[in-house]
Nanobody, 127 residues
Framework: QVQLVESGGGLVQTGGSLRLSCASS????????MGWFRQAPGKERQFVAFVGWSGNTYHADSVKGRFTISRDNAKNTVYLQMNSLKPEDTAVYYC?????????????????????WGQGTQVTVSS
């Protein structure tokens, strides 16, 4: 089992920045593909960003150029740096993980397959 704990959410004004963190335990972190999703009220959960076990990244078009995903294997942590925030970024942000033996660093497999989930952290962007 993989346990994921997110932190760093909060209230920020339009144009502001936040950095989300997700601490992982239960599996060797370097063996995990990691990512972030978000869910706004009344909407489906959507993919935000992915970082593979080897460090390759992929970002959704809606956040490309504003958000950056990264990982620190020494700290068992994945980050989401969010800049130039907009009201439409308001959502609960969830950290997710899969084992690399299954998703092999491939973002498409990661997005479509079963995942371990964190409990989520609220991000609210005021206009």
């Amino acid at each position: 089992q993989v346990q994921l704990v997110e932190s760093g959410g909060g209230l920020v004004q339009t144009g502001g920045s936040l950095r989300l963190s997700c601490a992982s335990s239960g599996r060797t972190f370097s063996s995990l593909d990691m990512g972030w999703f978000r869910q706004a009220p009344g909407k489906e959960r959507q993919f935000v960003a992915f970082v593979g076990w080897s460090g390759n990244t992929y970002h959704a078009d809606s956040v490309k150029g504003r958000f950056t995903i990264s990982r620190d294997n020494a700290k068992n942590t994945v980050y989401l740096q969010m800049n130039s925030l907009k009201p439409e970024d308001t959502a609960v942000y969830y950290c997710a993980a899969t084992e690399r033996l299954r998703t092999t660093g491939n973002y498409f497999k990661f997005i479509s397959g079963d995942k371990y989930w964190g409990q989520g952290t609220q991000v609210t962007v005021s206009s």
